[in-house]
């Protein structure tokens, strides 16, 4: 997908759109003077809304109305439809628009197998809410699954931001304002009252300072669970149904009752605020829940393009107002919308099933390798096996070359449709003061592939105000990008097909292609990679499919290789030498279950043709039923530097009317040479730039070279201009993202600006400086290129910390080149292994035509989080790659200890960075693939979690090997003259400077910049790993050996007799018993850890309430073993000169230890005494008669050891805090003991816990924060994982 903000089909995590906001914002400045110029009476420009002049769409129509797509269904795969915007509801001839919506990613889904039975028409919901079942549902099974889902899970980004706001504006807000100023009165007026305070008035004070305090506290740690609703799901003796609980307080009978929505087209909204239209289906036999809705306004906005139908306002109907739609969200809301592997796979399974004629993807990425993958198969299954004509976005990564993404640019069955603005569009949708010509967008991506393929196929107007989902509170927005090309050229089609099929002609999908490709009209001064094959026309795409329908070639497609590439990519300063031979295969393609006699009766003779000279190639080829190769030489010597594009094409002889039966695409730079003698510079002055007008220059990077500086001067007085500034480098196997540079500039009137980016040497750059199509006014400007170079000896440092010193060498191959090298380390790597690996065949939408199943392997890892900080998790084996993976998909999901999702992943881990608190954390990763012993392989899969360093580690550097073994004079700036070297030499980091947690198998990143200029610093930066080593051993008692003295050894007896008694006290708290307690007091009376663990032992057992006076006794008896005024002094003392001071001052804080526990085992034995008599009322208790518990009694020695724990230990220490909250609920303290109640969420987070808590809210009046804690109990303490 694309960024929303001048997207590239690099960092696809939304859509392929460039934001209108975003370039509004942009190009204020030079459009936002709309209608006032122009005449009253001036009609709108409608027609430029959404295009269908340009691509003959509109003619088409006049021409046959009825041919409107009806009869066409189009896959809509996005971030889904909603199915109440405008122009959703119903095709022109009265259908249903939208024949199913289905949520493939699974972000929707809700985990509802537990079953449950209604007692008194009742069910007790998930949410911990009482369910109310209405009289009027039927249910003859009785049973219900029941679910529960979080609200914020599946809202898109911009509703979720929404809600938030105008939530705590209208719920948050207003009652916690007048919490706070009573809570503030009531202080005031208790300090002008009370002046010299008592132990009980002071208590008195706290309370009420607690009171704002902590409503100080939840102010600052606001934060909205969302809505939290029960979901359940029954079969009604004919079919599934479900409901949510939208109401929100258990009140069934005014929420809305659901279909699959396949079968009754029933969709709800989750309420008027966030006007969320939803669907639902079910599946696995009621045990899944699937609520659908949309993920953003993209998907909408898509399908309003390419069927849109608004029969009273026709002007807005979208290009193919009679098509049905099968809507499926392919964008995981979990990952921002970011498509998925499971969600692609699952839609195109989906896409098979409902027989779809046309798929619109608008969504890409860019790829390391084309035309590859477990994800391009299945497209490709679909469109060869199925004739589904799939039709996809190129990309929004210009203006260099070979940017487009897959699967729109880089897969054989795709038609990739690039992005072109046309005049009325720049007055309808983008007010522009002034009329410019039409022309390719700046950012559409451009071909070839980097395997020679053209990548771009056609092109199709790029912008639309169109119709998008009703949460964003409007009924259309702008939106461009090729994602806008997409569904209008895919709408184009639908209006094809459409009259086809009223004629009975049943094209293929090779044919319509080649219909679209031989009839699209090519653009003037727009060159081929960005428009293809030029701008799709419909009506001359439908006559030429009806003459030529007859014909034997009519339905066969052609498959051209060269060795495993599609086409000639001549680039790199290697290959163009000399004259190169390439033998090139070309292959008829049958359509799926074509009779075995048409295959061998098929006999073409075909013409060669090139228009070249520096192509020689046969003029003739006679292809039959197999693969034919032709050799094709092409000399590149001679040629001028820049591009050359060619094409071989074939025709059949008999029918030249036709056009090219196939093309053989041919590309060749030339680049232009870069050394000593240009001083590696290259200038070009008084350039002259029309609006969106582009420069390339392709330049050969001189060995050596590292980064390169680009200056840029404006000339013109008057005009100020935006400017792209891109370069790309290809490398095999890689994406062009991983060699990219991009800069969106602004050049001031008479400015300038100076930027920097990486180079590779001995290869070709492509530098590409484009004027943005809408920045009007002419410019002229002069700009240079130099190149600069520090080599690094290694192109990744790596570093041992067992080595001591570590070295690198740099040398200056190009100019004099100043350079302060500099290490710094910000991340942690931590290596897991999984603790669990368990793989399953998974249910029915997942399984492929003829019966293929899919499965899953799921692999879990755990990992502690020793302080809280930044984390980015990835898999090494498998990310950066998504549509290239050899595996459906993979998506990891990361939870705390209490199964609470924190985040989600997939195939790009820079996306997904999460804060964590301190704690421990399990993460889960899926992957998928058709066979099972292919993710066996993955059982010992390792994973990593990369943390962020709070603070920057920095190596030392020094510049000879003696002065870092002695850490003397560190190395200073140095300046380098051409081809000369300096080493330098680097010293381990100090023990203490290695993070908490990292140790062997862990390893820290970071980087190593070595120039020093600033433009420098910025392009030319090495990885560096530094590999971590066990820390060092640590002596006991500061390093003295304990000495035995052999008279004072203990008999051994003795010590079998002390052996025998701690075994035994270690097995006093597993036996239910006071046995061996009363065997051991007899003999060892005096020994404390005996008193201390009866203590424990009847502080823990499940019948502790029965038991409080045995566990007050209990305290008692360790209070008394312990010296409490000898400890006291002892803790006074500033230092202990004793030899033995460390076996003392251990024996010490034990006794501190057993005596601050037995205080607060006392002490909340007592306040539950207390409790359970005032939840009595004051009746006697069942169990205890009312004679054993005197309530004044046991209220003084409470209030006893409430002061007395307070001479050892802080009541916020840890140790003490359930004391402290029992002693505050005991005296009606609800101030404190929310205080202490959470710390102790705090320290130990639990579902009973929070319930505290929230009960204390109730009981303090604050109900507004306790509804909003109570929402958060099923979010933070769900009762299982969620589901992948």
């Known amino acids: 997908m694309c960024e929303p903000v001048l997207c590239s089909v690099c960092a696809f995590s939304q859509p392929l759109i460039i934001s209108a906001a975003w370039f509004f914002y942009c190009f204020s400045s030079s459009f936002c003077q709309i209608m006032a110029a122009h005449p009253a009476d001036e009609s709108f420009p409608f027609h430029g809304l959404l295009p269908k002049k340009e691509t003959g769409a509109a003619s088409f129509l006049i021409r046959y109305p009825e041919y409107d797509g009806r009869g066409v269904l189009i896959a809509i795969l996005d971030t889904g439809v909603d199915p109440g915007a405008p122009g959703m509801q119903i095709t022109s001839d009265g259908k249903p628009k939208i024949v199913d919506i289905i949520d493939s990613t699974g972000s929707g889904d809700v985990d509802t197998s537990t079953v449950v039975e209604p007692k008194d028409g009742t069910i007790p919901g998930l949410s911990g809410r009482t369910l109310k079942i209405p009289v009027t549902w039927k249910n003859p099974s009785g049973k219900y699954h029941i679910g529960v889902k979080n609200g914020f899970e599946f809202f898109p980004k911009a509703l979720k931001e929404r809600l938030q706001k105008e939530r705590r504006e209208k719920l948050w807000d207003p009652a916690h304002r007048a919490a706070l100023a009573e809570a503030c009165r009531k202080q005031e007026e208790f300090d002008s009252t009370h002046t010299n305070l008592s132990q009980a008035e002071k208590l008195l004070k706290e309370e009420l300072q607690c009171h704002t305090e902590l409503l100080n506290s939840l102010e600052k740690k606001y934060s909205d669970p969302g809505p939290v609703y029960d979901c359940l799901v029954w079969h009604d003796g004919e079919t599934w149904r479900a409901c949510l609980d939208t109401s929100e307080c258990g009140d069934l009978s005014c929420c809305t009752v659901l279909r699959n929505y396949k079968e009754a087209q029933e969709h709800a909204s989750l309420g008027n605020s966030e006007m969320l239209n939803y669907s639902v289906n079910v599946y696995e036999e009621g045990s899944i829940l699937c609520i659908v809705t949309s993920g953003g306004a993209h998907g909408t906005h898509v399908a309003s393009i390419a069927a849109g139908y608004f029969p009273e306002e026709p002007e807005r109907n979208g290009v193919a107002p009679g098509a049905q739609i099968l809507a499926i969200k392919i964008g995981d809301t979990r990952l921002s919308t970011m498509e998925t592997g499971t969600g692609l796979i699952r839609a195109m399974i989906e896409v098979i099933k409902y027989k779809c004629d046309l798929v619109n993807y608008s969504y890409g990425e860019a790829t390391h390798w084309p035309n590859s993958g477990r994800i391009c198969e299945v497209i490709n299954e679909a469109v060869w096996k199925h004739n589904v004509i799939y039709v996809s976005s190129a990309g929004n990564n210009g203006p260099c070359l070979s940017t487009v993404g897959c699967p729109g640019g880089t897969t054989s069955s795709v038609i990739g449709v690039g992005a072109y603005v046309t005049p009325d569009m720049m007055t309808a949708e983008y007010s522009l003061r002034e009329k410019l010509p039409a022309n390719q967008y700046t950012w559409s991506s451009r071909g070839p592939t980097i395997d020679g393929a053209l990548g771009v196929s056609i092109s199709a107007p790029g912008g639309a105000i169109a119709s998008v989902p009703n949460w964003t509170l409007r009924g259309t927005q702008l939106m461009n990008g090729t994602s806008m090309s997409s569904p209008n050229a895919c709408g184009g089609i639908a209006l094809v097909l459409s009259g086809l099929k009223s004629n009975g002609i049943q094209p293929t999908a090779f044919a319509v292609r080649r219909a679209l490709e031989n009839t699209a009209v090519k653009m003037d001064d727009i060159e081929v990679f960005a428009q293809g094959h030029g701008t799709i026309q419909v009506d001359k795409a439908y006559d030429y499919l009806t003459q030529h329908a007859s014909l034997p070639t009519s339905n066969l497609g052609f498959t051209v290789t060269v060795g495993s590439h599609r086409g000639i990519y001549l680039r790199n300063p290697v290959q163009l030498s000399s004259p190169s031979d390439h033998a090139v295969g070309i292959e008829p393609v049958f359509p799926e279950n074509t009779d075995n006699s048409e295959r061998i009766s098929l006999q073409l003779h075909l ?82 730039f029309k609006p969106g007008q582009i420069r390339r220059h392709f330049l050969q990077v001189p060995q050596g070279a590292r980064w390169a500086e680009l200056t840029i001067t404006s000339h013109s007085h008057d005009v100020s201009s935006k400017f792209v500034l891109h370069a790309i480098h290809l490398v095999k196997q890689k994406a062009y993202r991983a060699n990219e540079f991009y800069k969106f500039s602004s050049l001031l009137e008479k400015g300038s600006l100076t930027e920097a980016f990486p180079v590779l040497e001995g290869r070709t750059v492509e530098f590409c400086i484009a004027r943005w199509w809408a920045s009007l006014g002419d410019v002229t400007i002069d700009y240079s290129i130099s190149f600069h170079g520090v080599t690094c000896s290694t192109s990744q440092l790596h570093i041992h910390a067992s080595e001591g010193i570590s070295s690198f060498e740099v040398l200056s191959a190009l100019k004099y080149e100043e350079i302060s090298p500099s290490i710094n380390l910000k991340n942690w790597v931590q290596p897991l292994r999984p603790v669990s ?129 002695l850490s003397k004079k560190k190395a200073n700036t140095i300046t380098l003259p051409p081809n000369c070297s300096q080493s330098f030499f680097v010293t381990s980091l100090p023990d203490d400077k290695i993070p908490k947690g990292a140790g062997p198998g862990c390893y820290l990143t970071g980087s190593l910049i070595v120039p020093k200029s600033e433009y420098g610093k910025k392009a030319d930066v090495l990885p560096v790993y530094y590999h971590l080593i066990p820390p060092p051993n640590k002596t006991k008692n500061g390093g003295k050996e304990k000495e035995k003295d052999t008279d004072k050894e203990k008999d051994v007896k003795e010590e079998f007799a002390e052996a025998m008694r701690d075994l035994k006290i270690q097995w006093m708290t597993k036996l239910d018993t006071s046995g061996l307690y009363g065997e051991l007091k007899e003999t060892f009376s005096n020994h404390l850890p005996l008193h201390v663990t009866r203590l424990q032992q009847l502080d823990s057992e499940k019948e502790r309430m029965k038991r409080l006076n045995e566990i007050v006794v209990a305290a008692d008896v360790v209070l008394s073993s312990i010296d409490q005024t000898a400890l006291a002094v002892y803790l006074t003392m500033k230092t202990d000169p004793r030899p033995d001071a460390a076996t ?129 109990l099923p979010v933070m303490y769900p009762t299982d994982y969620t589901p992948f």
């Open 1144 to 1272: 003392i001052k251990s024996d010490m804080e034990k006794q501190k230890s057993s005596l601050i526990d037995a205080l607060c085992r006392k002490g909340c034995a007592l306040a539950d005494k207390l409790l359970r008599l005032h939840s009595q009322d004051g009746a006697a208790s069942e169990e205890v008669s009312s004679t054993e518990d005197d309530p004044e009694g046991c209220l003084k020695d409470l209030t006893d050891t409430f002061w007395e724990i307070q001479k050892w230990v802080d009541l916020t220490d840890s140790k003490v805090l359930t004391f402290a909250y029992k002693h505050a609920l005991v005296n009606k303290m609800y101030g404190r003991a929310l205080k202490y109640a959470t710390k102790i969420v705090e320290e130990k987070p639990s579902k009973e816990n929070c319930t505290n808590c929230i009960q204390l809210m109730k009981s303090l009046g604050w109900t507004h924060s306790a509804a909003f804690a109570d929402n958060w």
């Open 837 to 965: 690996a368990k793989t399953r065949s998974l249910a029915s939408r997942d399984i492929l035509p003829n019966n293929r199943q899919l499965y899953e392997i799921v692999l879990t890892y755990n990992f502690t989080q020793t302080k809280s900080g930044e984390v980015t998790p990835s898999c090494p084996l498998l990310c950066e790659l998504l549509y290239e993976s050899e595996f459906d998909s993979q998506l990891w999901m990361l939870f705390d200890q209490n199964k609470r999702l924190i985040g989600s992943g997939d195939a790009y881990p820079h996306q997904y960075s999460l804060k964590l608190e301190k704690g421990d954390y399990t993460i889960r990763l899926q992957v998928r693939h058709e066979q099972i012993c292919e993710l066996e392989r993955l059982k010992d899969l390792p994973f990593i979690v990369s943390h962020r360093l709070s603070n920057t580690l920095s190596l030392d550097i020094y510049e000879t090997h003696k002065n870092a073994l």
């Open 607 to 688: 013409a060669l043709t090139c228009s070249a000279s520096w192509v020689q190639c046969p003029s003739h080829l006679e292809l039959m039923n197999q693969c034919r190769h032709v050799n094709m030489r092409v000399d590149p010597q001679g040629l001028r530097e820049g591009l050359h594009y060619t094409e071989v094409c074939g025709y059949d002889v008999s029918t030249p009317n036709v056009g090219p039966l196939f093309r053989v695409p041919i590309t060749v730079i030339i680049p232009t040479k870069v050394n000593e003698s240009t001083a590696y510079e290259v200038h070009f002055n008084n350039v002259y």
